[in-house]
């Protein structure tokens, strides 16, 4: 099991490889939701932090490229919509997993509250 954003920072190449036979990756969709949410303009980034964000993204987008295609392999991606899945692993990946997954719709999670922190 891995979330989303933790895969992105710790990402090898041959993680993906030599991992267990079903792996889920969850919140997959998480920073492209976060990005998308209402709530009105945020405050930039640094270039420094824009920077990391972009090579966790692109390294998360990578490691599920790879999952996907192997042979021999299952897989659960928990994803909020499929805009959101194109948007944080591109279209031939997003078409790719698709094509081949059943897809569930679930009822969202509760978000939390400042109560049950």
């Given at each position: 099991?891995?979330q989303?954003?933790?895969l992105?920072?710790?990402?090898?190449?041959?993680?993906v490889?030599?991992t267990?036979p079903?792996?889920?990756?969850?919140?997959?969709?998480?920073?492209?939701?976060?990005a998308?949410e209402?709530g009105?303009?945020?405050?930039?980034?640094?270039?420094e932090?824009?920077?990391?964000m972009?090579l966790g993204?692109?390294?998360?987008?990578e490691?599920v490229?790879?999952?996907?295609?192997?042979?021999?392999r299952?897989?659960?991606?928990?994803?909020?919509?499929v805009?959101?899945?194109?948007?944080?692993?591109?279209?031939?990946?997003?078409?790719r997993?698709l094509?081949?997954?059943?897809?569930?719709e679930?009822?969202?999670?509760?978000r939390?509250?400042l109560?049950?922190w």
């Amino acid at each position: 099991m891995h979330q989303a954003h933790g895969l992105g920072r710790t990402y090898q190449p041959d993680m993906v490889e030599n991992t267990i036979p079903v792996t889920v990756v969850d919140d997959l969709t998480l920073s492209v939701d976060l990005a998308r949410e209402a709530g009105g303009p945020r405050l930039a980034d640094t270039v420094e932090v824009q920077a990391m964000m972009a090579l966790g993204a692109g390294a998360l987008a990578e490691a599920v490229d790879r999952l996907t295609a192997l042979p021999s392999r299952s897989w659960i991606l928990i994803a909020s919509c499929v805009e959101h899945l194109v948007e944080t692993v591109g279209q031939e990946t997003a078409d790719r997993i698709l094509s081949v997954a059943e897809q569930a719709e679930l009822p969202p999670r509760p978000r939390p509250t400042l109560s049950s922190w």
